[in-house]
């Protein structure tokens, strides 16, 4: 009895280790894998120094409206945006070894100081919405960890 491979595909799982565009349109593939493999959840794995806030924001969006159970595991070093893309699974993991760091939004500024004005408007705004987001989904008060 011959066995049909179409029937046996492998889960798909995601991994993250760069935050930029690239990596952006990578998650937006795995999830259309997953929903053509009939998956209800999609571990993203996530091993990454951190990247750009926008393509953050960008998975942020992708994951949330995705209709699939979103896990999150951090694994290895998941730091800065890594650590705020952790927090939206459903269900969170951390592997023995891994290391999670949060920090503020960084940018390196060039321009006259009308441009580095209005980037540090923009950084700030940033800055905000990510803690926020990292409140909202471990179900602090809104403020404890940009306090920290």
Known sequence: ?????KVLKRP????VNEFDEFASRMLSYNITEAKLNNQKSLPVVIDSYGGEVYSLMGMVDILS???????????????????????IGKKRYATPNATIMIHAVRNAMRGD???????????EKLNNKAFALLD??????????LNK
Request: some cysteine.
């Open 1 to 5: 009895m011959a066995i049909d491979t």
């Open 12 to 15: 798909v799982t995601a991994r």
């Open 65 to 87: 409206n995705s209709g699939l159970e979103v896990i999150t595991i951090a694994t290895s070093k998941t730091m800065s945006c890594g650590a705020f893309l952790l927090s």
């Open 113 to 123: 100081v009308e441009s580095q004005k209005n980037e540090i408007e923009q950084m």
């Open 136 to 145: 909202s989904n471990t179900n602090k008060e809104s403020g404890f960890w």
